[in-house]
């Protein structure tokens, strides 16, 4: 079974999944609004993620009456938010799983710390900062 982004479907498979003419997946291709990739015959490949995308661009004209420019700015922006909160969730990741611990050194410079470990013992004072609310 492909997986969702294999490219696989030719252009008239993908437009009888999609519900539409083949002409117009072109025409979408023209305008940028999905992209599929070239075989090396030069014909059009499409994804289950390029079909499941025509068919949000279908009812978003069909239903809402967005207009071609609309829908393209549309599905930027949900591009651009899936980009970002992958970004989030992989700083997530980095920030949150000890909530980082750091220390000062004696120089005053600031080190972070594995979660557990105190720094090394000298005769300046250890201050402990948390934030208000965990």
Do not use: C
């Amino acid at each position: 079974m492909p997986s969702v982004d294999d490219r696989v479907f030719v252009i008239s498979v993908a437009a009888e999944l999609a519900g539409m003419h083949p002409q117009t997946l072109r025409q979408y291709d023209r305008l940028g609004i999905v992209s599929p990739v070239r075989a090396p015959g030069r014909g059009r490949r499409y994804s289950l993620r390029d079909v499941a995308i025509l068919r949000e661009v279908q009812r978003l004209s069909v239903e809402e009456g967005i207009n071609l420019a609309g829908i393209k700015r549309i599905l930027a922006l949900e591009t651009e938010v899936e980009r970002l909160r992958a970004q989030v969730e992989a700083l997530r990741e980095i920030v949150e799983p000890g909530r980082r611990v750091f220390s000062a050194g004696s120089a005053g410079e600031v080190r972070v710390m594995p979660r557990g470990q105190r720094p090394p013992r000298s005769d300046g004072a250890l201050v402990l900062w948390r934030p208000h609310g965990r």
